[in-house]
């Protein structure tokens, strides 16, 4: 099983600045790598893939938040981060820590497990 609790959500400015945070804990194979989602309003249960780290700090990024986001860990507060600068509308979205998408072949029940996200809201 595995825990995950993220926080730092809020209302912002288009153009401003947020750090995220998930606080992790439980299997190691899960959280060997971890990534940041985020559902869109309307979007259900669908989750889109935004940033993810693996454990010898390696980054990757969905092309929209490349140069604006940063993905960061602490290995030992077992805790991810997401520092998201030059804010914008579309980012606007329920933002949760997993899995990294490069474990769905390799872990596919990895991704039963989500926190209850962070909101972020932003505004013109």
């Known amino acids: 099983q595995v825990q995950l609790v993220e926080s730092g959500g809020g209302l912002v400015q288009a153009g401003g600045s947020l750090r995220l945070s998930c606080v992790y804990s439980?299997?190691?194979?899960?959280?060997?790598?971890l990534g940041w989602y985020r559902q869109a309003p309307g979007a259900d249960d669908e989750r889109d893939w935004v940033?993810?780290?693996?454990?010898?700090?390696?980054?990757h990024y969905v092309d929209s938040a490349k140069g604006r986001f940063a993905i960061s860990r602490d290995m030992a507060k077992n805790t991810v981060y997401l520092q998201m600068n030059r804010i914008e509308l579309e980012d606007t979205g329920v933002y949760y820590c997993?899995?990294?998408?490069?474990?769905?072949?390799?872990?596919?029940?990895?991704?039963?497990?989500w926190g209850q996200g962070t909101q972020v809201t932003v505004s013109s």
């Open positions: 997993g899995a990294d998408k490069t474990l769905v072949d390799k872990y596919p029940g990895c991704f039963d497990y």
């Open positions: 439980g299997d190691t194979m899960c959280t060997s790598a």
């Open positions: 940033a993810g780290i693996t454990s010898d700090g390696s980054t």
